[in-house]
Every structure is written in structure tokens, then in C-alpha cells.
């Protein structure tokens, strides 16, 4: 059984820092390709990373880049992200996703085929 599981989330005041992190058990996790999406209240869930799975640094979307990156540790089955400098608008929860594929294309919602439950990242003004 797949199991995704993400830590690390929390509060945070606006310019600070935060490292969300993601194992993921049950897949073949040095084949995978691992994302992370989020979701702020009132808004459809977009993604914010990608690493695929054999890569040392990951894609972010333009509304993130500069600020947030993601990297993976295939031994410990372990993928990272990231953020800097947040802002109140990154305010949302945050999830982590398996891919089916071992690479990030079009990164889309229905690639990935395994999530956690997600875990929940404020950022105060």
C-alpha cells in the first residue's frame, strides 16, 4: 500500500522561512517523479513543484520561482520543498503527490496518482 505522508507545515510570519518535507513508502520512489501542489481557501489547487526522479533540483511555476525549491533524497525516499521569503498569500495547504511517470512534463493534477493528506502552511502578515 502506498503511503504519502508530508511534515513541517506550520505558521510563519511574512519574509520567513519554512521546509516542508514528504516520504513516501510502498512505490518504487527512486522511479518517481514527486510534486508538491497547494490549495488557499477559495482557490483550485495548483502545483508548485516538481522533481523528476532522478534529478538534483526540480521545476516551480513562475508564481513561486525565486522563492521556493525542491530537491530529493532517493535513499531515505525523501523529496523536500523549500520557501523563502513567504508571503500571505502562500497561505494554503500544501500537498504532497507521487507521479506515475519517472518525469515532470506538463506537470497536471491527474499524473499523479498517490497524495497525502496534506499539511496546513500560514504565513502572517
Known amino acids: 500500500q502506498v503511503q504519502v505522508v508530508e511534515s513541517g507545515g506550520g505558521t510563519v510570519q511574512a519574509g520567513g522561512s519554512l521546509r516542508l518535507s514528504c516520504t513516501a513508502s510502498?512505490?518504487?520512489?527512486?522511479?518517481?517523479?514527486m510534486g508538491w501542489f497547494r490549495r488557499a481557501p477559495g482557490k483550485e489547487r495548483e502545483w508548485v513543484s516538481c522533481i523528476s526522479y532522478d534529478d538534483d533540483e526540480g521545476r516551480v511555476p513562475d508564481s513561486v520561482r525565486g522563492r521556493f525549491t525542491t530537491s530529493r533524497d532517493n535513499a531515505k525516499s525523501v523529496v523536500y520543498l523549500q520557501m523563502y521569503n513567504l508571503k500571505p498569500e502562500d497561505t494554503a495547504m500544501y500537498y504532497c503527490?507521487?507521479?506515475?511517470?519517472?518525469?515532470?512534463?506538463?506537470?497536471?493534477?491527474?499524473?499523479?496518482?498517490?497524495w497525502g493528506q496534506g499539511i496546513q502552511v500560514t504565513v502572517s502578515s
Open positions: 503527490a507521487a507521479s506515475r511517470f519517472h518525469l515532470c512534463g506538463v506537470v497536471r493534477d491527474g499524473e499523479f496518482d498517490h
Open positions: 510502498g512505490l518504487a520512489f527512486d522511479e518517481t517523479a
